[in-house]
């Protein structure tokens, strides 16, 4: 299952906390999100996973039908 890339990604007040916390990018999530593996966690509800060079990095996202919605993002080494 892949994310169409015309679908905008929105981010929520957490999971821009929660790059910051992390020092991480916006467009690291991107990526996970685009180019990453998926787990979906319900109907709408997936995790995005990709390795890179800034570790694991994952996102909890939400599937809309107009747009992506990250509700929290996490890194791991």
């Not at 929520?12 to 998926?38: F, S």
């Not at 800034?54 to 599937?63: D, N, Q, Y």
Request: glycine content about 4%.
């Amino acid at each position: 299952m892949r994310v169409k890339a015309e679908k905008p990604i929105k981010f929520t007040a957490q999971a821009v906390r929660r790059l910051l916390d992390l020092d991480l990018l916006e467009d690291d999530v991107v990526r996970a999100i685009r180019e990453g593996k998926y787990v979906m966690e319900g109907r709408a509800k997936f995790k995005a996973t990709l390795r890179s060079k800034r570790g694991l990095v994952i996102a909890i996202c939400v599937k809309y039908p107009d747009h992506i919605k990250v509700i929290t993002v996490s890194k791991r080494r």
